[in-house]
């Protein structure tokens, strides 16, 4: 028989490998293009989503020389470099010193001169024109509204700017005379590199040596930058900024950032700083994909396993159709190379025929599924060689591995009930290695071979492991059997229990639904892993940024329960931690800790109980309002002078400062009005001496009382201040009334604080801590710890720890009330301040305010990212490719019925058997070993889920935690069952009307 001929008389079982072959090279070649073009595609999308503040390199220079022009030609030039091929699309910023301008009515004024290369695209000229270089004596400027406002400048107007402000070189500097052609408007979002951020005028400019003087300020005034930067000495400040197009990036742009600050600083003379937030986007982006790569490659070994295991059950099929003809050329001298050599040209014709189908059909797939999901990005080729080769090699090694399982003949006699990997040991082997790679996962990232290798030799060790049992079942089911008298469950649990059942179709059964079962069980454990880091990072349901809102208008906006936000920097001795992560405190209101704060807790645990230690005791009602605050006081003959401010209730206390009032006697008014319905909830006096006119070494006594609206009874009094300028403080019963001493010649130096509140601060802040700060600090319930919160120091008791603070997630993190913070920070010396954010519980659906963030929102962007295609991707391609290739199994399978269960069938109705007794045969051997092949993949792809699914899902924080669908595993074993049992009832028909005779003399022929 020819080729052709023997082809085309076994098309349809031809047509069975042929599935195999596209199924298992499509989703090899959808894997290749999610490594290579999706991939490229991903880190397109990211990049185009991500703001252009993460996207930016800045070098800033200091401590110029004589020619600051070169240093940033120098420094230009080495950003430049780093980032090529790139368009830098680089923009300069040159600053001044401060420098003096004419007296205003209240004295003394500053200013200073700025170039700004794209100021166009910055500002908007509201009169006059844009600055240019300068013709004459006088510098063409232009200046921003506000600062013409305060300074009271007008387009025309000519102002020198005088280097006599006492800085070192000031003298070396010269005098710059401008004049005002234009008055422009800032950018919002533009001027982050000016000194006012675009405000234009400050009253309280911070200037001289460490802040110590505050001046009026008003600029700056914008100059040619070529002009400025020419003038040599008087140039304080170079900003350079590079704005890079990071679309296609260089794959060793990474590693070209991290030596531009050595690059800058060995082109420089000056000092240098690079801010660098470009490089650590890259770095997080590179790092997600990492992750997903390393899933990914997983995905694409397991689906090359069941591939495999599929093409050697199609083999082993086709070789028992042909192995008549297998045995005449065998007898007749062809060896087992030959063999193959001959079947070699059909099985590479059907390998690449499949590769043919399956590179267009994994190109289509990806097309359509990444269409929508990665906006901002370049398809690129539609199939790139980097996806095309690993498919054809792949298929070719898949060519001869058909070609030689399809001409091995089995070894003589009957088959033994075990497979041959039980037999050896070699799946106890399997399953050693299975245990190694599994204990191996812990902290693995990227594309680890312990990652990638882990899930596939976990599930073929559990299908090879299984295998054992079929056997035992079998033999078991017979032994019952016999002692019934019915004939099907004899014939049926006989021929199980003698039928290599450990091998063949029910291994590819088992394996490809464990494939599928395992899909679903990780893509359910990575999707709640991804709702789990939402929760934790956000923290709330809805976060909102403060910016200037308060409690009542989120309430109003959000209609749920609602807590300001602190969020301060924290340290505590000298303790560092291996990631270099300064620890974060987080203070919220903690009455509604139970409604407002999110992220996963362990069991029997919520945020309820977790801060049940933190949450404080009534507050005091405070004074009521409304009505003027005054202060009168003396201190003997020194004149002293007090600054009142007083701090009303609110979801955080409202500072709102006096006026200055000196301690003359008199009654003064403190320039503080409560509010109707408002509440005094703390006094704060500031107390000062301009100027010692007693005695310098001696103390005097002083007296001041405060009146509020109301009497103010029990209240109690803190001097935070360790510089003695006023001591022995003590407040009345019944009044506020405060007496003590002053050392005058210290409050001249530094104004002394003293706090007055209605109840003394707690002595120690309870806190709770994340879990690996309690474990750097070495701390248990109950311990208390020194912690410094801004300038403040704070001691600290330990009420508990849980694994994560929300909004801190696998970062050191403190949680405490906001309400308890600010006192125990008001007792140090420190004023409360704004909330950073104010968090929602329980919002109303769809509620929104500019700029919050919702944890849904969040969880959605985590699963559906440009940089999570990936993963989920895959696993949806290996649960359809295994799913399709189960079925191939189970009609592979019914191929072997059909074509080792002619004769059999002819000998029972030859005995008179009743075809339908005979049909039913047939059908439950096959649905009883499909059944139990399909519950035995289920079983191990469940166990697979429990081992592999945690580490597949990526370095997530939380860690993700196994999720079992059995749901969606029910769902699955029981359509690959009923698939995989149907397709035998055309077989059992047909094997029912055999010619008896005619196959009864073909046997005993």
Do not use: K, N, Y
């Amino acid at each position: 028989m020819t080729l052709l001929a023997r082809s085309r008389a076994q098309a349809g079982l031809l047509g069975v490998v042929l599935v195999v072959l596209v199924a298992g090279l499509t989703v090899l070649a959808s894997c290749a293009l999610l490594l290579t073009t999706g991939a490229d595609r991903a880190r397109q999308s990211a990049l185009a989503a991500t703001p252009a503040a993460d996207l930016r390199v800045d070098v800033e220079l200091t401590d110029l020389p004589a020619d600051p022009a070169g240093e940033a030609a120098g420094a230009g030039a080495e950003l430049t470099a780093a980032l090529a091929p790139l368009d830098p699309r680089l923009s300069t910023w040159t600053t001044s010193t401060l420098r003096d301008l004419p007296a205003g009515p209240d004295g003394r004024r500053l200013g200073w001169l700025t170039g700004v290369d794209d100021l166009t695209a910055r500002a908007d000229l509201v009169a006059g024109s844009w600055p240019g270089a300068p013709a004459g004596a006088a510098w063409p400027a232009a200046l921003p509204v506000a600062a013409a406002e305060a300074l009271g400048l007008q387009v025309g107007d000519v102002v020198e700017l005088a280097p006599g402000t006492g800085l070192e070189g000031a003298a070396e500097t010269a005098p710059v005379t401008v004049q005002v052609v234009g008055l422009v408007q800032p950018r919002a979002g533009a001027w982050d590199r000016d000194r006012l951020a675009g405000a234009g005028a400050v009253p309280d400019l911070e200037f001289g040596v460490f802040g110590s003087l505050r001046l009026p300020a008003a600029g700056p005034f914008l100059v040619d930058p070529a002009t400025l930067l020419a003038a040599g000495p008087g140039v304080e400040r170079v900003a350079l900024r590079a704005a890079p197009d990071v679309v296609v990036v260089p794959a060793d742009l990474a590693d070209r950032l991290a030596g531009l600050p050595g690059a800058v600083r060995a082109a420089t003379e000056g000092t240098s700083r690079v801010v660098d937030p470009l490089a650590g986007t890259l770095a997080g982006v590179a790092a997600q994909q990492a992750g997903t790569r390393g899933a990914v490659l997983a995905v694409a070994v397991l689906a090359g396993a069941v591939t495999l295991v599929a093409l050697g059950t199609a083999a082993r099929v086709l070789g028992d159709r042909r192995r008549g003809e297998t045995a005449l050329l065998r007898t007749r001298g062809g060896t087992r190379r030959q063999l193959a050599a001959r079947a070699l040209p059909e099985a590479t014709v059907l390998a690449l025929a499949a590769a043919t189908v399956a590179l267009p059909l994994a190109a289509l797939a990806a097309r359509v599924v990444l269409a929508d999901r990665l906006p901002g990005s370049v398809p690129g080729a539609l199939l790139p060689a980097a996806a095309v080769l690993p498919v054809l090699a792949a298929a070719l090694v898949l060519a001869v591995g058909l070609a030689v399982l399809a001409t091995r003949q089995p070894a003589p006699g009957r088959a033994a009930p075990r497979g041959a990997l039980a037999r050896s040991g070699a799946d106890l082997l399997l399953a050693g290695l299975a245990a190694l790679a599994v204990a191996s996962l812990t902290d693995r990232t990227g594309a680890d071979p312990a990652l990638v290798g882990a899930p596939v030799l976990v599930l073929a060790a559990g299908t090879a492991l299984s295998l054992r049992l079929p056997p035992l079942l079998a033999r078991l089911a017979d032994r019952r059997a016999v002692r019934g008298d019915r004939l099907v469950p004899v014939l049926v649990a006989g021929d199980l229990a003698r039928r290599p059942l450990a091998s063949g179709a029910a291994a590819l059964l088992v394996l490809a639904t464990a494939a599928v079962v395992a899909a679903a069980g990780v893509h359910a454990t990575w999707a709640v892993s991804r709702t789990d880091q939402a929760d934790l990072r956000v923290g709330t349901d809805l976060a909102v940024p403060a910016d200037g809102l308060d409690g009542a208008a989120v309430r109003e906006g959000t209609g749920g329960t609602v807590s300001p936000v602190l969020e301060r920097a924290v340290s505590s001795g000298s303790v560092l931690r291996t990631d270099g992560a300064a620890p974060r405190l987080v203070a919220v209101d903690t009455a509604v800790a139970g409604e407002v704060l999110r992220g996963r807790l362990p069991a029997g645990q919520d945020w309820g109980s977790a801060t049940a230690g933190l949450v404080p005791g009534p507050a005091p009602a405070g004074v009521p309002g409304p009505g003027a605050v005054t202060v009168t006081g003396s201190a003997g003959r020194q004149p002293v002078s007090v600054t009142t401010t007083v701090l009303l209730a609110g979801d955080l206390p409202v500072v709102v400062t006096g006026a200055i009032t000196p301690l003359d006697g008199a009654p003064h008014d403190a320039g503080v009005a409560v509010p109707a319905g408002g509440a005094v909830v703390g006094v704060v006096l500031d107390v000062a001496v301009d100027e010692v006119v007693v005695d310098p070494e001696a103390t005097v006594p002083v007296t001041v009382e405060v009146d509020l609206p109301a009497a103010a009874a029990g209240w109690s009094v803190a001097v935070p201040g360790t510089d003695g300028g006023v001591t022995d403080a003590r407040l009345a019963e019944d009044r506020l009334q405060l007496t003590g001493r002053l050392f005058p010649t210290g409050l001249a130096v530094t104004p002394e604080r003293v706090v007055l509140t209605p109840q003394p601060a707690p002595s120690a802040l309870p806190v709770v801590l994340s879990g690996g700060l309690a474990g750097d600090l070495g701390l248990g319930d109950g311990d208390t710890v020194s912690l410094t919160v801004g300038d403040a120091a704070v001691r600290a008791q330990l009420v508990g720890t849980v694994p994560d603070v929300p909004s801190v997630p696998g970062a050191p993190g403190v949680l405490a009330d906001a309400g308890t913070l600010t006192r125990v920070l008001l007792a140090a010396g420190e004023l409360p301040g704004p909330p950073q954010a104010w968090w929602v519980g329980g919002p109303r659906p769809g509620a929104a305010l500019p700029g919050a963030v919702t944890r849904t929102g969040l969880a959605d962007e985590l699963r559906t990212g440009p940089l999570q295609v990936g993963l989920p991707t895959a696993l949806a391609l290996v649960a359809v490719g295994g799913a399709l290739l189960a079925s191939t199994g189970a009609v592979l399978q019914a191929a072997a019925v059909r074509s080792g269960g002619r004769a059999e069938a002819a000998r029972l109705l030859g005995l008179g058997v009743p075809r339908r007794t005979v049909r039913g045969v047939v059908v439950a051997r096959h649905v009883a070993g499909t059944v139990v092949a399909v519950l035995l993949g289920a079983v191990v792809g469940a166990v697979g889920t429990v081992l592999v699914a945690p580490a597949a899902s990526g370095a997530a924080v939380p860690a993700a935690t196994v999720q079992t669908p059995w749901v969606t595993w029910a769902v699955v074993a029981a359509g690959l069952a009923l698939v995989g049992s149907a397709v035998v009832l055309p077989v059992a028909r047909a094997l029912v009307r055999v010619d008896v005779p005619a196959v009864l003399r073909e046997g005993s022929s």
